[in-house]
Protein backbone atom coordinates (compact mmCIF):
# COMPACT_ATOMS: atom_id res chain seq x y z
CA UNK A 1 0.00 0.00 0.00
CA UNK A 2 1.97 3.58 -1.14
CA UNK A 3 1.04 6.57 1.10
CA UNK A 4 -1.24 8.38 -1.54
CA UNK A 5 -3.76 5.11 -1.56
CA UNK A 6 -3.78 5.27 2.06
CA UNK A 7 -4.40 9.22 2.18
CA UNK A 8 -7.08 8.24 0.14
CA UNK A 9 -8.50 6.32 3.17
CA UNK A 10 -8.48 9.27 5.37
CA UNK A 11 -9.80 11.90 3.61
CA UNK A 12 -12.07 12.19 6.63
CA UNK A 13 -9.23 13.07 8.60
CA UNK A 14 -8.07 16.09 6.38
CA UNK A 15 -11.46 17.03 6.15
CA UNK A 16 -12.00 17.47 9.65
CA UNK A 17 -8.62 19.09 9.74
CA UNK A 18 -9.53 21.57 7.41
CA UNK A 19 -12.83 22.46 8.86
CA UNK A 20 -11.28 22.59 12.54
CA UNK A 21 -8.65 25.68 11.14
CA UNK A 22 -10.82 27.18 8.94
CA UNK A 23 -13.70 28.10 11.08
CA UNK A 24 -11.36 29.73 14.03
CA UNK A 25 -9.43 31.88 11.06
CA UNK A 26 -12.67 32.93 9.62
CA UNK A 27 -13.91 33.46 13.15
CA UNK A 28 -10.86 35.80 14.09
CA UNK A 29 -10.90 37.48 10.85
CA UNK A 30 -14.42 38.81 11.19
CA UNK A 31 -13.79 40.14 14.38
CA UNK A 32 -10.76 41.63 13.54
CA UNK A 33 -10.47 45.94 13.87
CA UNK A 34 -9.53 47.82 11.02
CA UNK A 35 -8.09 45.21 9.11
CA UNK A 36 -5.39 44.50 12.01
CA UNK A 37 -5.21 41.23 10.87
CA UNK A 38 -1.63 39.29 10.93
CA UNK A 39 -1.38 37.01 8.13
CA UNK A 40 1.85 36.38 8.44
CA UNK A 41 0.78 34.57 12.14
CA UNK A 42 -2.05 32.53 10.55
CA UNK A 43 0.43 30.86 8.12
CA UNK A 44 3.20 30.41 10.90
CA UNK A 45 0.16 28.68 12.84
CA UNK A 46 -1.33 26.94 9.68
CA UNK A 47 2.00 25.61 8.93
CA UNK A 48 2.74 23.83 12.50
CA UNK A 49 -0.48 22.37 12.14
CA UNK A 50 0.16 21.12 8.96
CA UNK A 51 3.30 19.24 10.21
CA UNK A 52 1.71 18.05 13.40
CA UNK A 53 -0.95 16.53 10.81
CA UNK A 54 1.76 14.70 8.66
CA UNK A 55 3.43 13.37 11.22
CA UNK A 56 0.35 11.92 12.87
CA UNK A 57 -0.43 10.75 9.17
CA UNK A 58 3.19 9.17 8.72
CA UNK A 59 2.82 7.82 11.82
CA UNK A 60 -0.88 5.85 11.06
CA UNK A 61 0.37 4.98 7.79
CA UNK A 62 2.92 2.93 9.46
CA UNK A 63 0.81 0.94 11.71
CA UNK A 64 -1.09 0.09 8.55
CA UNK A 65 1.42 -1.19 6.44
CA UNK A 66 2.54 -2.97 9.72
CA UNK A 67 -0.30 -4.77 10.31
CA UNK A 68 -1.01 -5.52 6.78
CA UNK A 69 2.61 -7.24 6.73
CA UNK A 70 1.10 -8.84 10.26
CA UNK A 71 -2.12 -10.19 8.23
CA UNK A 72 -0.80 -13.09 6.73
CA UNK A 73 1.79 -14.42 9.33
CA UNK A 74 0.46 -14.24 12.46
CA UNK A 75 -2.37 -12.80 14.90
CA UNK A 76 -2.63 -8.87 14.69
CA UNK A 77 -4.43 -5.98 16.61
CA UNK A 78 -7.02 -3.75 14.67
CA UNK A 79 -6.80 -0.32 14.29
CA UNK A 80 -10.33 0.66 14.28
CA UNK A 81 -13.63 -1.44 15.41
CA UNK A 82 -14.89 -1.69 11.81
CA UNK A 83 -11.51 -3.48 11.52
CA UNK A 84 -12.24 -5.68 14.40
CA UNK A 85 -15.47 -6.62 13.04
CA UNK A 86 -13.90 -7.66 9.75
CA UNK A 87 -11.40 -9.74 11.61
CA UNK A 88 -13.57 -11.60 13.67
CA UNK A 89 -16.06 -12.49 10.56
CA UNK A 90 -13.09 -13.61 8.65
CA UNK A 91 -11.84 -16.22 11.35
CA UNK A 92 -15.10 -17.28 11.26
CA UNK A 93 -15.36 -17.67 7.59
CA UNK A 94 -11.91 -19.40 7.44
CA UNK A 95 -13.92 -22.01 10.44
CA UNK A 96 -16.53 -22.37 8.60
CA UNK A 97 -14.09 -22.96 5.27
CA UNK A 98 -12.10 -25.65 6.93
CA UNK A 99 -14.93 -27.58 8.45
CA UNK A 100 -16.69 -27.33 4.73
CA UNK A 101 -13.14 -28.80 3.53
CA UNK A 102 -13.42 -31.57 5.62
CA UNK A 103 -17.06 -32.44 4.58
CA UNK A 104 -15.96 -32.61 1.09
CA UNK A 105 -12.87 -34.40 2.01
CA UNK A 106 -14.77 -36.62 4.18
CA UNK A 107 -17.44 -37.35 0.97
CA UNK A 108 -14.64 -37.92 -1.07
CA UNK A 109 -13.01 -40.87 0.76
CA UNK A 110 -16.46 -42.04 1.29
CA UNK A 111 -17.15 -41.95 -2.66
CA UNK A 112 -13.73 -43.78 -2.85
CA UNK A 113 -13.99 -46.50 -0.55
CA UNK A 114 -17.56 -47.57 -1.76
CA UNK A 115 -16.52 -47.77 -5.02
CA UNK A 116 -13.05 -49.44 -4.48
CA UNK A 117 -15.38 -52.09 -2.58
CA UNK A 118 -18.08 -51.88 -5.11
CA UNK A 119 -15.53 -52.73 -8.16
CA UNK A 120 -14.31 -55.94 -5.79
CA UNK A 121 -17.82 -57.12 -4.88
CA UNK A 122 -19.33 -57.27 -8.49
CA UNK A 123 -16.54 -58.56 -9.70
CA UNK A 124 -17.61 -62.22 -8.01
CA UNK A 125 -21.00 -62.72 -9.89
CA UNK A 126 -19.21 -61.67 -13.06
CA UNK A 127 -16.30 -64.22 -12.54
CA UNK A 128 -19.13 -66.89 -11.43
CA UNK A 129 -20.53 -66.05 -14.72
CA UNK A 130 -17.77 -66.66 -16.64
CA UNK A 131 -17.44 -70.30 -14.90
CA UNK A 132 -21.02 -70.88 -15.94
CA UNK A 133 -20.49 -70.25 -19.31
CA UNK A 134 -17.17 -72.70 -19.91
CA UNK A 135 -19.45 -75.38 -17.68
CA UNK A 136 -23.13 -76.44 -18.40
CA UNK A 137 -25.16 -73.44 -17.77
CA UNK A 138 -27.59 -73.70 -15.04
CA UNK A 139 -30.68 -71.55 -15.70
CA UNK A 140 -31.34 -70.49 -11.94
CA UNK A 141 -27.37 -69.90 -10.61
CA UNK A 142 -27.38 -67.48 -13.98
CA UNK A 143 -30.29 -65.58 -13.19
CA UNK A 144 -29.20 -65.56 -9.12
CA UNK A 145 -25.86 -63.71 -10.42
CA UNK A 146 -27.25 -61.37 -12.68
CA UNK A 147 -30.04 -60.48 -9.90
CA UNK A 148 -26.73 -59.49 -7.63
CA UNK A 149 -24.96 -58.00 -10.79
CA UNK A 150 -28.28 -55.64 -10.68
CA UNK A 151 -29.03 -55.05 -7.27
CA UNK A 152 -25.03 -53.91 -6.79
CA UNK A 153 -25.58 -51.34 -9.78
CA UNK A 154 -28.93 -50.27 -7.84
CA UNK A 155 -26.81 -49.34 -4.62
CA UNK A 156 -24.46 -47.78 -6.96
CA UNK A 157 -27.21 -45.32 -8.43
CA UNK A 158 -29.05 -44.68 -5.62
CA UNK A 159 -25.89 -44.16 -3.30
CA UNK A 160 -25.31 -41.06 -6.16
CA UNK A 161 -28.59 -39.80 -5.54
CA UNK A 162 -28.52 -39.58 -2.31
CA UNK A 163 -26.92 -35.71 -2.53
CA UNK A 164 -29.85 -35.02 -5.00
CA UNK A 165 -32.82 -36.58 -3.65
CA UNK A 166 -34.92 -33.55 -3.22
CA UNK A 167 -35.14 -33.93 -7.24
CA UNK A 168 -36.22 -36.94 -7.72
CA UNK A 169 -39.10 -38.13 -5.32
CA UNK A 170 -42.69 -38.06 -5.39
CA UNK A 171 -45.00 -39.13 -1.95
CA UNK A 172 -48.06 -41.09 -2.88
CA UNK A 173 -49.94 -43.77 -1.31
CA UNK A 174 -48.12 -47.17 -1.18
CA UNK A 175 -49.49 -50.35 -0.55
CA UNK A 176 -45.84 -51.82 1.26
CA UNK A 177 -47.35 -55.23 1.09
CA UNK A 178 -47.84 -55.54 -2.72
CA UNK A 179 -44.64 -54.06 -3.14
CA UNK A 180 -43.09 -56.96 -0.84
CA UNK A 181 -45.12 -59.38 -2.64
CA UNK A 182 -43.31 -58.07 -5.91
CA UNK A 183 -40.19 -58.17 -4.57
CA UNK A 184 -40.66 -61.91 -3.17
CA UNK A 185 -41.42 -62.51 -6.58
CA UNK A 186 -38.55 -60.86 -8.42
CA UNK A 187 -36.69 -63.02 -5.51
CA UNK A 188 -38.29 -66.71 -6.61
CA UNK A 189 -35.45 -68.43 -7.97
CA UNK A 190 -33.38 -67.99 -5.03
CA UNK A 191 -36.07 -68.90 -2.56
CA UNK A 192 -36.79 -72.17 -4.28
CA UNK A 193 -33.45 -73.53 -4.71
CA UNK A 194 -32.47 -72.27 -0.58
CA UNK A 195 -35.29 -73.64 -0.09
CA UNK A 196 -36.60 -70.92 2.26
CA UNK A 197 -40.46 -70.45 3.18
CA UNK A 198 -42.10 -66.69 2.78
CA UNK A 199 -44.92 -66.03 5.23
CA UNK A 200 -47.08 -62.77 4.15
CA UNK A 201 -49.22 -62.74 7.56
CA UNK A 202 -51.08 -59.14 6.19
CA UNK A 203 -52.98 -58.26 3.25
CA UNK A 204 -52.14 -54.49 3.06
CA UNK A 205 -50.46 -51.62 4.90
CA UNK A 206 -50.94 -48.38 2.99
CA UNK A 207 -48.39 -45.45 3.92
CA UNK A 208 -47.52 -42.23 1.92
CA UNK A 209 -44.22 -42.59 0.48
CA UNK A 210 -42.47 -42.59 -2.89
CA UNK A 211 -42.73 -46.35 -4.48
CA UNK A 212 -39.63 -46.07 -6.12
CA UNK A 213 -37.16 -45.71 -3.13
CA UNK A 214 -39.51 -47.61 -1.05
CA UNK A 215 -39.43 -50.88 -3.39
CA UNK A 216 -35.07 -50.01 -3.28
CA UNK A 217 -35.83 -50.04 0.73
CA UNK A 218 -37.54 -53.19 1.24
CA UNK A 219 -35.49 -54.89 -1.42
CA UNK A 220 -32.48 -54.23 0.64
CA UNK A 221 -34.11 -55.29 4.06
CA UNK A 222 -35.16 -59.04 1.89
CA UNK A 223 -31.64 -58.77 -0.06
CA UNK A 224 -30.02 -59.19 3.43
CA UNK A 225 -32.28 -61.39 4.90
CA UNK A 226 -31.66 -63.78 1.95
CA UNK A 227 -28.15 -63.70 2.08
CA UNK A 228 -27.72 -64.67 5.64
CA UNK A 229 -30.54 -67.26 6.16
CA UNK A 230 -29.90 -70.55 5.50
CA UNK A 231 -31.31 -73.45 3.87
CA UNK A 232 -34.68 -74.34 4.53
CA UNK A 233 -34.88 -71.45 6.57
CA UNK A 234 -37.86 -68.95 6.92
CA UNK A 235 -39.00 -65.34 6.30
CA UNK A 236 -42.12 -63.54 7.13
CA UNK A 237 -43.15 -60.04 6.59
CA UNK A 238 -45.93 -58.39 8.55
CA UNK A 239 -47.46 -55.25 10.01
CA UNK A 240 -48.68 -53.77 12.74
CA UNK A 241 -50.30 -50.67 13.93
CA UNK A 242 -50.80 -48.07 16.43
CA UNK A 243 -52.18 -44.68 16.59
CA UNK A 244 -48.70 -43.51 16.00
CA UNK A 245 -47.32 -45.04 13.00
CA UNK A 246 -47.13 -48.07 10.79
CA UNK A 247 -45.16 -50.65 10.83
CA UNK A 248 -43.30 -53.26 7.92
CA UNK A 249 -41.70 -56.32 9.91
CA UNK A 250 -38.93 -58.51 8.29
CA UNK A 251 -38.43 -61.08 9.89
CA UNK A 252 -35.74 -64.49 9.26
CA UNK A 253 -34.58 -67.33 10.65
CA UNK A 254 -31.13 -66.98 9.81
CA UNK A 255 -27.72 -66.81 11.54
CA UNK A 256 -28.57 -63.19 13.34
CA UNK A 257 -26.53 -60.57 14.50
CA UNK A 258 -23.76 -60.33 17.18
CA UNK A 259 -24.72 -57.71 19.87
CA UNK A 260 -21.70 -56.11 19.77
CA UNK A 261 -22.62 -55.39 15.98
CA UNK A 262 -26.44 -54.69 16.44
CA UNK A 263 -25.75 -51.13 16.69
CA UNK A 264 -23.78 -50.41 13.64
CA UNK A 265 -25.42 -51.99 11.17
CA UNK A 266 -26.41 -49.57 9.53
CA UNK A 267 -23.33 -47.58 9.30
CA UNK A 268 -21.98 -46.69 6.28
CA UNK A 269 -19.15 -49.68 5.23
CA UNK A 270 -19.92 -51.42 8.06
CA UNK A 271 -19.85 -55.64 7.49
CA UNK A 272 -19.39 -56.42 10.98
CA UNK A 273 -18.58 -60.41 12.02
CA UNK A 274 -21.55 -61.49 9.94
CA UNK A 275 -20.36 -59.98 6.32
CA UNK A 276 -16.69 -60.72 7.29
CA UNK A 277 -17.40 -64.84 7.77
CA UNK A 278 -20.34 -66.08 5.58
CA UNK A 279 -20.42 -63.71 2.63
CA UNK A 280 -18.10 -60.55 1.34
CA UNK A 281 -20.56 -57.69 1.68
CA UNK A 282 -20.24 -53.80 0.68
CA UNK A 283 -22.00 -52.57 3.94
CA UNK A 284 -23.95 -50.47 1.89
CA UNK A 285 -27.43 -52.00 1.55
CA UNK A 286 -28.35 -51.11 5.16
CA UNK A 287 -26.52 -48.10 4.85
CA UNK A 288 -28.77 -47.23 1.62
CA UNK A 289 -31.97 -47.95 2.82
CA UNK A 290 -31.93 -46.01 6.65
CA UNK A 291 -30.72 -42.94 4.75
CA UNK A 292 -33.18 -43.06 1.98
CA UNK A 293 -35.99 -43.80 4.99
CA UNK A 294 -34.83 -40.83 7.17
CA UNK A 295 -34.97 -38.48 3.38
CA UNK A 296 -38.39 -39.93 3.58
CA UNK A 297 -40.07 -39.66 6.88
CA UNK A 298 -39.62 -42.96 8.00
CA UNK A 299 -36.74 -45.04 10.09
CA UNK A 300 -35.59 -48.39 10.39
CA UNK A 301 -34.77 -50.12 13.28
CA UNK A 302 -33.83 -53.86 13.87
CA UNK A 303 -33.53 -56.44 16.72
CA UNK A 304 -31.23 -60.01 16.81
CA UNK A 305 -30.40 -62.82 18.42
CA UNK A 306 -27.60 -64.35 17.42
CA UNK A 307 -27.83 -67.93 15.42
CA UNK A 308 -31.95 -67.61 16.23
CA UNK A 309 -33.56 -64.60 14.41
CA UNK A 310 -32.73 -60.90 12.85
CA UNK A 311 -35.79 -58.46 12.63
CA UNK A 312 -36.42 -55.48 10.56
CA UNK A 313 -39.01 -52.96 11.43
CA UNK A 314 -39.61 -50.15 9.34
CA UNK A 315 -41.12 -47.28 11.23
CA UNK A 316 -43.61 -45.04 9.48
CA UNK A 317 -44.79 -42.55 12.06
CA UNK A 318 -47.75 -40.28 10.98
CA UNK A 319 -47.00 -37.25 12.68
CA UNK A 320 -43.65 -37.22 11.04
CA UNK A 321 -45.30 -38.40 7.25
CA UNK A 322 -43.61 -36.06 4.75
CA UNK A 323 -47.19 -36.00 2.69
CA UNK A 324 -49.13 -34.79 5.77
CA UNK A 325 -46.42 -32.47 6.86
CA UNK A 326 -46.50 -30.79 3.13
CA UNK A 327 -50.15 -30.53 3.44
CA UNK A 328 -50.47 -29.07 6.95
CA UNK A 329 -47.70 -26.50 5.70
CA UNK A 330 -49.58 -25.65 2.63
CA UNK A 331 -52.82 -24.93 4.67
CA UNK A 332 -51.18 -22.68 7.06
Not at 304 to 326: C, G, K, W
Amino acid sequence: MTFLRYLAYEKSYLYLYLAGFLIPAVVFYTYSHGGDWVWGTVFYAFALSSIMLLGFLLFRYQQHVRVIRRMKSEDYDSLSLEGEFAQQHIEELKKQHIHEMNQVQERQHEHYDFIVSWFHEIKTPIAVLRLLQQTDMDANSLREEIAKIENYIDQALYYAKLDSFNQDYAIQNCDVIQISKEIVKSHSKTFFSKKIRIGLQAETLVVQSDPKWLQFIINQLLTNSLKYTELGGEITISVFETPQEKQLLIRDSGIGISPKDLPRIFNRGFTGETGRTYTKSTGMGLYLAQQLSNKLGHYIDCTSEAAVYTQFIVHFPNDNDPYLMRQKTHNE
